[in-house]
């Protein structure tokens, strides 16, 4: 069946320091991409998205780009802030009313 | 309210006991989910619905979980005699029809059993 793997925290940088978290995916067929994030305290909210091959989704200076011949959904962004410290939880939907998540890690940033 | 509303955001419960949590969506959401968050572990599918039938119960645990939906609109989910393994923090997120691929969460109805 369709899975999310993505790297364990937690994770702790310095402020402007810069982020990556892996997540790599196993799906039958063309999955859309997402990355969603939990504040302390809130529910989870998107963050980003890619629906189909090498597009990139961008949104509060985060990245990724769908590679489909890794397989990956890697999240990037150059200058990390104490404000980004949060859990983050890569998903994928496989054009259904599913969605399957990873496990999350935790960006703890200091300043 | 302008979210995914749910409660009560937290609940402790002996151990045996019957707890229901509830879940409003966003108004004119049809789509409904329930997932459970355990401590280090992802979000683990329970139960989703299109309108008021789920056409998926698939993630339910056992016969102890079950969840119904009514007017299209608030759900509730109903444990039964319940478990220490069924603490977790019990998340619900809505969509809509045309599906964007956003699901919009709420905050969650942490439960702790003793």
């Known amino acids: 069946g369709d899975s999310v793997t993505q790297m364990e925290g937690p994770v702790t940088l310095s402020e402007e320091a810069f982020l990556t978290i892996n997540c790599t995916y196993t799906?039958?067929?063309?999955?859309?991409l997402f990355w969603y994030v939990q504040y302390p305290g809130e529910g989870l909210q998107l963050l980003l998205k890619?629906?189909?091959?090498?597009d990139k989704g961008s949104n509060k200076g985060f990245e990724a780009t769908y590679r489909k011949e890794t397989t990956s959904f890697h999240l990037e962004k150059g200058s990390v802030q104490v404000s980004d410290s949060a859990v983050y939880f890569c998903?994928?939907?496989?054009?259904?009313?599913?969605?399957?998540f990873g496990t999350g890690t935790r960006l703890k940033v200091l300043a | 309210g302008a979210g995914v509303s749910q409660s009560p955001s937290n609940k402790v419960t002996e151990k045996g006991k019957d707890v229901e949590l509830r879940c409003d969506p966003i108004?004119?959401?049809?789509?409904l989910y329930w997932y459970r968050q355990s401590l280090g572990q992802g979000l683990e599918f329970l139960i989703y619905?299109?309108?008021?039938?789920?056409?998926?119960k698939s993630g339910l645990p056992s016969d102890r979980f079950s969840a119904e939906r009514t007017g299209g609109s608030v759900s509730t989910l109903t444990i039964q005699r319940t478990q220490q393994e069924d603490s977790a923090v019990y998340l619900c997120?809505?969509?809509?029809?045309?599906?964007?691929?956003?699901?919009?969460f709420g905050e969650g109805s942490r439960l702790t059993v003793l």
């Open positions: 997120a809505s969509s809509s029809f045309q599906n964007t691929g956003e699901l919009f």
């Open positions: 890619a629906t189909k091959a090498d």
């Open positions: 799906a039958t067929g063309y999955p859309s």
């Open positions: 108004s004119g959401h049809t789509a």
């Open positions: 619905f299109q309108g008021n039938s789920a056409p998926d």
């Open positions: 998903a994928l939907s496989s054009g259904t009313y599913k969605y399957i």
